[in-house]
């Protein structure tokens, strides 16, 4: 099949499965399970940027990330425990603690994705990634509403 036909049927099957989820999320019912905690969505707008950072090098060659594990799962985790903290319904609590569950499992048995070859890369590489976390958080906050069915800012 070939390695980059393989990650583009791989690419949109996943893509295919994150608007299943979403779909799923959105015309779910939902029964409350608990209140929020006073501060929890103020505390997730503050945590979810450096989550969406984590979601950006993968594997990238960068001098930050490279000491974590697997910095994508890193990054689903916090957004997991950022959701659960902010949401107390049911549908939320099952669909955000199992990506939690899952990134702490994969975490505990994947080996190390990053390089541990102590290379050192430009800090260029670093501050694109970030800003491009950065961009990407700007953009998901902007569509949460049309996403998640959740309007954030005004």
């Known amino acids: 099949m070939g390695e980059n036909l393989y990650s583009g049927?791989?690419?949109?099957?996943?893509l295919f499965g994150?608007?299943?989820?979403?779909?799923g999320f959105r015309t779910a019912y939902t029964?409350?399970?608990?209140s929020p905690l006073p501060y929890s969505r103020e505390l997730?707008?503050?945590l979810?940027?450096?989550?969406?950072?984590?979601?950006?090098?993968?594997?990238?060659?960068?001098?930050?990330?490279?000491?974590?594990?697997h910095p994508m799962f890193m990054g689903i985790l916090i957004w997991a425990f950022v959701h659960l903290l902010a949401n107390g319904d049911?549908?939320?609590?099952?669909?955000?603690?199992s990506f939690a569950l899952y990134c702490i499992v994969d975490m505990l048995f994947t080996k190390k994705i990053t390089n541990t070859s102590n290379a050192?890369?430009?800090?260029?590489?670093?501050?694109?990634?970030?800003?491009l976390g950065l961009k990407v958080y700007t953009l998901i906050v902007y569509f949460?509403?049309?996403i998640a069915g959740v309007k954030i800012l005004f």
């Open 144 to 146: 949460h509403q049309y």
């Open 9 to 14: 049927l791989f690419s949109l099957l996943a």
């Open 90 to 97: 049911l549908r939320s609590t099952i669909l955000f603690s």
């Open 120 to 131: 050192t890369y430009p800090m260029s590489n670093d501050i694109i990634f970030i800003g």
């Open 31 to 34: 029964d409350p399970l608990w």
């Open 18 to 23: 994150l608007i299943v989820i979403i779909y």
């Open 48 to 69: 979810m940027p450096i989550a969406v950072i984590f979601l950006m090098p993968g594997s990238g060659k960068t001098n930050y990330f490279q000491n974590f594990k």
């Open 44 to 46: 997730a707008l503050v």
